[in-house]
């Protein structure tokens, strides 16, 4: 394919030499002539390994030009790349304006070429940035087709090539399949998965990768920082916990939807804070995690309330489903919220009915909740009917069953992704 790429920087420069090797004909565009010159001799504009031969064995095959010209890259190309720079402004904001300035650039290129064209975004940018600058270049193509990818970049500085060649998955964020094939055919002969989302998940999906690595980061350092000082090298501690890919480093504990609770995650967490004080350690992202937690329960509170419903059912009050743990579940914390702002709440909990509360458990409840009994009912059929709202917890076959006879435009809050027919206004917690 004949392909223009915006933007000679690290992800541009990489990005050229890769698909030239792969036998694609590459233009490269940048404002800075310097780069266009050095990119067209075969040198790399950035310290990277590789990059040098790649880019020089792509010149010297003729599969590489540079240019300043938007107008001829647009001309001479199927299909466009834009990697130029989205730097943070002043307030910590994002700056789109050279993302936008190429848009609408190339539009107007197209508008005087009159030839469909393909846009593929790579630059990172906040969901809905491809539709905005989808719009700005229809406004400037007048008429002239164009097709448009969102394609986010996960590789990394000092193993680009590497990580170009053999990425976990490609992403590509369209609804337009003119512009899904031409994405599949600039990509033809890398061995990962391909997934076509919508331009917002795509978008979205390289910035939780950013934000999940710098969560895991800061994780490691913190845990390291609280291993030292009891005498452990957190090396250790960390090389073990990542061998651990049944819960640790795997999809456990990664949807979104309610609280962490239950006897032993709010109490650890509570210990190595209790730690951390006493040893006067800051670990600002351990000591978060109780405040996170308490949002995420509030912010249902607020959504219910918000609703104007009174009666509240809720469906699932243990921790998880298939126990009757109710120490530290959010579910329980929910229905005090609730109860304190005037609902009158009913509960359906056939684990936590059946059950002969003992121990902690019983203690914890007959303090946190001494009128429980009075609030779990093993009508559920009147407790479905009579709702004004109703929270799900627990993606249980019976509260599937049951949610199918509720009324029309009674508003449920599902935070476990539970199923439920269509007539159901569902409010989903992160969907
Ligand atoms: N560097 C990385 O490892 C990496 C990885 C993944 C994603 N990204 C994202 O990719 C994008 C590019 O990052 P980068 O590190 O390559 O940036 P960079 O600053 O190295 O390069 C950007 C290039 O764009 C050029 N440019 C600016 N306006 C232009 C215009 N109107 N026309 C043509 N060229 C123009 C600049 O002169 C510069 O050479 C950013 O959104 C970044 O967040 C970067």
Known sequence: MNIAVFGLGYVGAVTTACLAQRGHHLIGVDVNPLKCELVASGRSPIIEHGLDDLLLEGVKAGRIRTTTSVHDAVRESDLSII????????????????????????????????RPHVVVLRSTALPGTTETCLQILKDAAQGTEVSIAFNPEFLREGSSIKDFDAPAYTVIGTEDPVAEAAVRAVYAGIDAPFHVVAPRVAEMVKYTANAFHALKITFANEIGVLAKQMGVDGRDVMALIVQDTKLNVSPAYLRPGFAYGGSCLPKDVSALLHLARREELSVPLLASLPQSNRDQIERIATQV???????????????????????????VELVERLIGRGCDVRILDRAVQSATLVGANKEYVDRRLPHVSCLLTDDPETLIHDAEAIVVTQNQPEF?????????????????????PAHVQLRGVAW
Do not use: H, M, W
């Open 400 to 420: 599937v069953k049951l949610l199918a006879g509720v009324r029309e435009g009674v508003p449920v809050f599902d935070v476990c992704g539970v199923a439920v």
């Open 83 to 114: 990697s130029v720079g989205t730097p943070s402004l002043p307030n910590g904001g994002l700056d789109l304006s050279y993302v936008y300035r190429v848009c609408q650039q190339i539009g107007e290129a197209l508008a005087d070429i009159r």
């Open 305 to 331: 309330l918000a609703t104007g419903a009174r009666r509240v059912t809720v469906l699932g009050l243990a921790f998880k489903a298939g126990t009757d743990d109710l120490r530290e579940s959010p579910a």
